[in-house]
């Protein structure tokens, strides 16, 4: 099957078109950007039990990963750095490789219930302090690293993709047996899963058990 084409004349290649499309940035918007955390910025993230972490490769690859753990998991150090502990996965590392490849991220604090988020860009290094990390633990697990993050800019972003989205409308829950498990998936993606329902429940109740023995 080949691939969707766009016709050169309708794409935006720089920013002077861009911005001709929009209209002037408004007067906060601009004023918005802070260069350090300020008291709404660390009382959001105190709250926040996840947030997405953008990071790139060395070739400009992009990736997000989602972070979450009990609510103030990360930890504000001064006005200009934060750290978030990193929790066992799957071992692709894919954020961390990045991260020591270039050290420019992104951050999207989300708090349960709240339209609004929190956005923080930055430079991260990996680090292994003790002292740090050990204030990091949960239910005995200390993580093996932090990313420390030094903040260059930090801002609240509106309400408006949140509120389109319904997010947090019960009402719009969708029901997730309506499609198949996460096991599933990937097995199709890969290997294949197997026809046996039996046998795909097994991997299905497998999976869960090493979510709760493996969580921290």
């Known amino acids: 099957m080949s691939g969707f084409e766009v016709d050169p004349e309708f794409v935006i290649a ?3 078109a861009l911005r001709s499309l929009f209209g002037k940035v408004g007067t906060l918007a601009s ?3 802070l260069n350090a955390l300020d008291k709404h910025a ?4 105190g709250r926040s039990p996840f947030l997405c972490l953008g990071t790139q490769n060395s070739d400009g690859r992009a990736d997000v990963s989602p972070r979450g753990d009990p609510a103030g998991f990360v930890k504000v150090l001064d006005e200009r750095t934060l750290a978030i502990p990193d ?5 692709r590392l894919d954020s961390l490789a990045n991260i020591v490849a270039n050290p420019n991220v992104g951050i999207l604090f989300i708090v349960p219930g709240f339209d609004d988020t929190l956005r923080v860009n930055g430079r991260a290094r990996l680090v292994r302090d003790p002292a740090l990390l050990e204030h990091m633990s949960v239910n005995g697990r200390t993580p093996k690293l932090a990313i420390m993050v030094e903040v260059d800019e ?4 509106c ?3 949140f509120r389109r989205s319904e997010l947090w409308n019960p009402d719009r829950f969708q029901d997730r047996a309506e499609m198949p498990s996460l096991s599933k998936i990937i097995l199709d993606q890969t290997i294949g ?12 109740d497998d999976l869960e058990d090493t979510y709760r023995q493996t969580m921290y």
Do not use: Q
């Open 159 to 161: 309400a408006k993709a």
């Open 31 to 33: 004023a918005k950007s």
């Open 87 to 91: 929790r066992p996965g799957n071992n």
């Open 154 to 157: 930090v801002f609240m972003h």
């Open 193 to 204: 899963a197997p026809d046996d329902e039996a046998e795909m429940r097994k991997i299905d």
């Open 42 to 45: 660390r009382e959001f993230i």
């Open 14 to 16: 720089d920013e002077e």
